[in-house]
């Protein structure tokens, strides 16, 4: 199985302000998110990290014992497909390297404005939402700024399910994400690196 059969990326619409991002309604298929979402619940390996702009549970997708219908995510050609996406919506060349982690936000956790540029490091991000049904009572809001400024949004996406964001990573890529008031927000995100 590869990232053909149960990735579809749909209905892509592509903004340069206040930085370089895209956004689609699709990226896992219906099964995969649904086998996902299981595995999140019940038996994925979150550990509890916390920095000085946030604290959530996360994990390394390349790092963890997969459940059998989900070790294609790690795969060559399932990270091969992901990154040949990136690399034709921003029409740029990235490097073979991914990272691929999951992240979960809990009540009263929340991350603050940040940019996660790191001179030589990531250089795009792919972040996928997956949920049972968010609803704007629960937060968890991703909140893109103009500037480092907590009072400047330029926009507020809601995490809806299936969802995805992608964006170029700078010095002005500012973004946040809202304080989780009810449920869990749960992210698979794809990071990549200059080539």
């Known amino acids: 199985m ?3 059969d149960l990735l579809e ?3 892509i619409s592509l903004s340069t302000k206040p930085f370089r991002y895209f956004s689609a309604i699709s990226f896992f298929n219906k099964t995969c ?6 595995w999140f619940e019940a038996d994925a390996p979150w550990k509890l990290v916390e920095k000085e702009f946030y604290e959530q549970y996360e994990f390394s997708f390349l ?5 059998d219908d989900l070790k294609w995510l790690g795969e060559t050609d399932s990270l091969d497909y992901v990154r040949s996406t990136i690399e034709r919506i921003f029409d740029v060349r ?5 990272d691929l982690t999951a992240h979960k936000l809990v009540i009263g956790q929340t991350i603050r404005i940040h940019n996660d540029f790191i001179p030589g490091q990531e250089s795009y991000r792919l972040v996928t939402q997956l949920n049972r049904g968010w609803e704007p009572k629960n937060g968890g809001f991703l909140i893109l700024f103009n500037r480092d400024d907590p009072s400047d949004i330029n926009k507020v996406i809601t995490p809806i399910h299936e969802s995805c964001f992608g964006f170029e990573i700078s010095a002005h890529s500012h973004h946040a994400v809202s304080t989780i008031h009810s449920g869990e927000r749960y ?5 990549f690196y200059n080539a």
Request: without cysteine; aromatic residues 4%; neutral net charge.
């Open 9 to 11: 990326v749909s209905e």
């Open 2 to 4: 590869n990232g053909n």
């Open 33 to 38: 998110a649904s086998k996902m979402l299981d």
């Open 187 to 191: 992210t698979v995100v794809y990071s």
């Open 94 to 98: 990235v490097s073979k390297k991914v």
């Open 63 to 67: 790092d963890a014992s997969l459940p």
